[in-house]
């Protein structure tokens, strides 16, 4: 299997179907409005001004006690003290308030409605364009209506496969842990135990994973059920065998590689954000997302990637 192949297969079908994007777009248009607008509604965003400028002021001191200059130390934490003292009265003032809590819970459902219908309308688009189909919104927003609650079912029925693993090896973890309270060689026993059983519902937990990477290609391209769509997952990895496992690697380690890079720019840019000057705000504010926006465009790609290898896997016999 050629990996590059089904990553460039996935550009070029993202470039010939640029309504793919529409969702993605919309999805972050809709949160940073939604959620920013909460934030400064509740006040939260003077606890954020204020963490960030204590890491300056941190910074500051470190600087001035390699400098030769140790009695600032005692000066900045009587000061960070101070601020974590503002920060928590202004938690409790604002977080009390009623109306911050019910505009907070309408916000929430609101966008777990449009996180549903934007997701599926993405995975349907998807689907037709590797059909070969017409890529609109209009063209694809009766299937990705219909499903929907489709798309709910697998991903509550792939959270609890998971959490049922974990609940096993928990179980074990915890009766491993029981027995070092026992007799020496108990003990030494339930140390051994404790640590296979770890590192078996790592290795568990990934097998999972692998098996059932392509519940959601299945689930539109096929047009199955929210329990035929992990049956087929299974029995696609099956065939693959290896094949499955090298195309899982790529889609885990990208994804792991684009969310560090992502937590610490979004660190970086937030803190920018609440700290600047009323002029600058628009100008970081817009930065913000964009760069939000091709976040989840790399996420993109790599589910193109995975429906890409995934019809590919179909065929096998």
């Known amino acids: 299997m050629d990996l590059g192949k089904h990553f460039e297969s996935s550009f070029l079908l993202l470039k010939k179907n640029k309504a793919i994007f529409l969702p993605v777009f919309l999805f972050v248009f809709l949160t940073s409005l939604l959620l920013g607008f909460?934030?400064?509604?509740?006040?939260?965003?003077?606890?954020?001004?204020?963490?960030?400028?204590?890491?300056?002021?941190?910074?500051?001191?470190?600087?001035?006690?390699?400098?030769?200059?140790p009695d600032k130390l005692a000066s900045f934490d009587k000061?960070?003290?101070?601020?974590?003292?503002?920060?928590?009265?202004?938690?409790?003032?604002?977080?009390?308030?009623?109306?911050?809590?019910?505009?907070?819970?309408?916000f929430f459902i609101i966008l777990i409605v449009a996180t549903v219908l934007l997701e599926s309308m993405k995975n349907s688009m998807i689907t037709a364009a590797l059909k070969k189909q017409k890529v609109s919104w209009n063209a694809c927003k009766g299937f990705a209506l219909k499903k929907a609650w489709s798309f709910v079912g697998a991903n509550i029925l792939l959270l609890l496969i998971i959490a049922a693993v974990m609940v096993v090896f928990v179980i074990l973890f915890v009766g491993s842990i029981a027995m070092t309270m026992a007799?020496?060689?108990?003990?030494?026993?339930?140390?051994?135990?404790?640590?296979?059983?770890?590192?078996?519902?790592?290795?568990?937990?990934?097998?999972?994973?692998?098996?059932?990477?392509?519940?959601?290609?299945s689930l539109y391209v096929d047009?199955?059920?929210?329990?035929?769509?992990?049956?087929?997952?299974?029995?696609?990895?099956?065939?693959?065998?290896?094949?499955?496992?090298?195309?899982?690697?790529?889609?885990?380690?990208?994804?792991?590689?684009?969310?560090?890079?992502?937590?610490n720019l979004t660190q970086c840019l937030a803190q920018l954000i609440y700290t600047s000057s009323a002029w600058l705000f628009p100008l970081l504010a817009v930065l913000f997302l964009v760069f939000y926006f091709f976040y989840y465009v790399i996420f993109l790609v790599i589910q193109v990637f995975a429906y890409s290898v995934y019809t590919e896997f179909r065929k096998l016999k």
């Open 183 to 217: 007799g020496s060689v108990a003990a030494i026993l339930g140390v051994i135990l404790a640590i296979l059983t770890f590192f078996a519902m790592f290795f568990a937990i990934i097998y999972v994973c692998v098996r059932l990477m392509f519940t959601l290609p």
């Open 79 to 106: 000061t960070q003290r101070d601020a974590q003292m503002m920060q928590g009265d202004i938690l409790f003032e604002n977080l009390s308030r009623p109306d911050v809590w019910v505009i907070g819970i309408v």
């Open 223 to 263: 047009d199955l059920s929210a329990a035929q769509s992990i049956s087929a997952s299974w029995d696609v990895t099956k065939k693959a065998g290896k094949h499955a496992w090298a195309a899982y690697a790529v889609v885990l380690g990208l994804s792991i590689l684009a969310r560090l890079v992502a937590y």
């Open 38 to 69: 909460w934030i400064f509604y509740s006040g939260l965003n003077q606890v954020f001004a204020i963490s960030a400028q204590q890491n300056a002021e941190a910074f500051s001191a470190l600087k001035q006690m390699v400098m030769g200059q």
